[in-house]
């Protein structure tokens, strides 16, 4: 049996590491990008199922902050690309729903809960649609963007249950192309999202504790 990380795509093999997945340590770890067993997924169950994609008008429900996060992810996602006209105007959108949602008295907490919302609910309509205008470019910034937020979102909730002494001893980096964030001390060679070298990330040393 196999087993996906889901966040960077590490196959654990169960016949080349000569243990069963469901029998490694709960703190275990992915060896490339550090995301914890449960983001893994077996191998042989990866249906890819694209039928029940959400209509397009579910972008009407979006909030300014949800809007604000995921055009600074296109904008990242374009800066990769070198597509310096799309990372402006998708920085001019971000900054303009920031704008608007601080309005609101939007606050920490506010943030808090949307990253407790699961986001990636709304990756598979962007992808298909993506798909479907043959977008290459956007499909990868989509690609990316699901990964980080599934990996966020996790981080977040072990942050939550844990509490502060999840970060203590470790260090954090986020990767300044794609958002991917790395807690941990074993910094990987490459982002192992979106396949920049190491020196793209940038260490967070505020006081989160
Ligand atoms: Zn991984
Ligand atoms: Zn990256």
């Given at each position: 049996?196999?087993?996906?990380?889901?966040?960077?795509?590490?196959?654990?093999?169960?016949?080349?590491?000569?243990?069963?997945?469901?029998?490694?340590?709960?703190?275990?770890?992915?060896?490339?990008?550090?995301?914890p067993k449960d983001l893994f997924e077996p191998l042989e169950e990866k249906?890819?199922?694209i039928n029940e994609i959400?209509?397009?008008?579910?972008?009407?429900?979006?909030?300014?902050?949800?809007?604000?996060?995921?055009?600074s992810n296109l904008a990242r996602g374009s800066e990769k690309q070198y597509k310096?006209?799309?990372?402006?105007?998708?920085?001019?959108?971000?900054?303009?729903?920031?704008?608007?949602?601080e309005k609101e008295n939007t606050d920490n907490i506010a943030l808090l809960e949307l990253l407790k919302e699961d986001m990636t609910k709304y990756y598979p309509s962007l992808m298909s649609e993506a798909k479907d205008k043959?977008?290459?470019?956007i499909l990868r910034a989509l690609t990316w963007g699901?990964?980080?937020t599934n990996m966020s979102k996790n981080l977040l909730e072990r942050y939550l249950k844990e509490?502060?002494?999840?970060?203590?001893?470790?260090?954090?980096?986020?990767?300044?192309?794609?958002?991917?964030?790395?807690v941990?001390?074993?910094?990987?060679?490459?982002?192992?999202v979106c396949k920049v070298p190491s020196f793209k990330f940038v260490e967070i040393k505020e006081d989160l504790k």
């Open positions: 049996m196999k087993y996906k990380c889901t966040i960077c795509g590490y196959i654990y093999d169960e016949d080349v590491e000569k243990v069963l997945f469901k029998d490694l340590a709960n703190d275990w770890a992915c060896p490339a990008c550090g995301a249906t890819v199922e959400e209509s397009a008008n579910d972008m009407e429900e979006f909030s300014y902050l949800e809007l604000a996060a995921i055009f310096t006209a799309w990372q402006q105007g998708f920085n001019d959108l971000a900054n303009y729903f920031t704008n608007k949602a043959g977008d290459r470019g699901e990964k980080v509490g502060p002494s999840f970060l203590e001893d470790k260090k954090i980096y986020v990767c300044s192309i794609c958002g991917f964030i790395y941990g001390n074993n910094l990987p060679n490459i982002c192992p």
